[in-house]
């Protein structure tokens, strides 16, 4: 198991940007997927972005993509979630998550992060 512990929330104008980081600890392998997920008010988690450790691969959801940016940094056990032209429906808090493959689906992923919560007001 990995231990994640997101940062960088926070309240922003709509338009406005956010920069989350998200730092892992133990043991880490190159074949884990690291995602970002979302849950808003009233509404269930669902899928933001994900990125593979061994093929920089990436992949977004349709309401992200083209604004939200995931990238890594294996050397710091770091992954990023660049947000820009941030819009009211981003508000939500936002979780960092490990897996054992690259793919989309929650419960594929098992390691989790305690979340950070955005606002973006209108």
């Known amino acids: 198991q990995v231990q994640l512990v997101e940062s960088g929330g926070g309240l922003v104008q709509a338009g406005g940007s956010l920069r989350l980081s998200c730092a892992a600890s133990?043991?880490?392998?190159?074949?884990?997927?690291m995602g970002w997920f979302r849950q808003g008010p009233g509404k269930e988690r669902e899928f933001v972005a994900v990125?593979?450790?061994?093929?920089?691969?990436?992949y977004y959801a349709d309401s992200v993509k083209g604004r939200f940016t995931i990238s890594r940094d294996n050397a710091l056990k770091t992954v990023y979630l660049q947000m820009n032209s941030l819009k009211p429906e981003d508000t939500a808090i936002y979780y960092c998550?490990?897996?054992?493959?690259?793919?989309?689906?929650?419960?594929?992923?098992?390691?989790w992060g305690q979340g950070t919560q955005v606002t973006v007001s209108s």
């Open positions: 998550a490990a897996g054992g493959a690259y793919h989309t689906a929650a419960s594929r992923f098992d390691s």
């Open positions: 990125i593979s450790w061994s093929g920089g691969s990436t």
């Open positions: 133990g043991r880490t392998f190159s074949r884990y997927a």
